[in-house]
């Protein structure tokens, strides 16, 4: 069964730093892309950051220079490093994981972990 976990988000002080984990339940398929998504009340959501499993990563303007994503193929997994976070940083990261079998890509979403930035 696949299965896409997020972690690692919390309440944070504007300034500080949260680092968030995707743990992806693949098998027998492997990451193609990954994808941080942030989604907020009453608006649309937003695609934070992407990378390939070659480490090709791209990165919304607003978070140029503060977040840093990355993934670990063989552990399926990858992180998005948050520094210098905002109050507008705020809302639910969700991960989207892209599998190419060759045929057929295939997105998996997780439910998702909150990040709270006080002002």
């Known amino acids: 069964q696949v299965r896409v976990v997020e972690s690692g988000g919390g309440l944070v002080q504007a300034g500080g730093s949260l680092r968030l984990s995707c743990a992806a339940s693949l098998n027998p398929f492997t990451i193609n892309v990954m994808t941080w998504y942030r989604q907020t009340p009453g608006k649309q959501r937003d695609l934070v950051a992407a990378?390939?499993?070659?480490?090709?990563?791209n990165y919304a303007d607003s978070v140029k220079g503060r977040f840093t994503i990355s993934i670990d193929n063989a552990e399926s997994s990858g992180y998005l490093q948050m520094t210098s976070l905002k109050p507008e940083d705020a809302g639910t990261y969700l991960c989207?994981?892209?599998?190419?079998?060759?045929?057929?890509?295939?997105?998996?979403w997780g439910q998702g972990t909150q990040v709270t930035v006080s002002s």
């Open positions: 989207d994981v892209e599998t190419d079998n060759g045929i057929t890509r295939t997105h998996y």
């Open positions: 990378i390939t499993s070659g480490g090709s990563a």
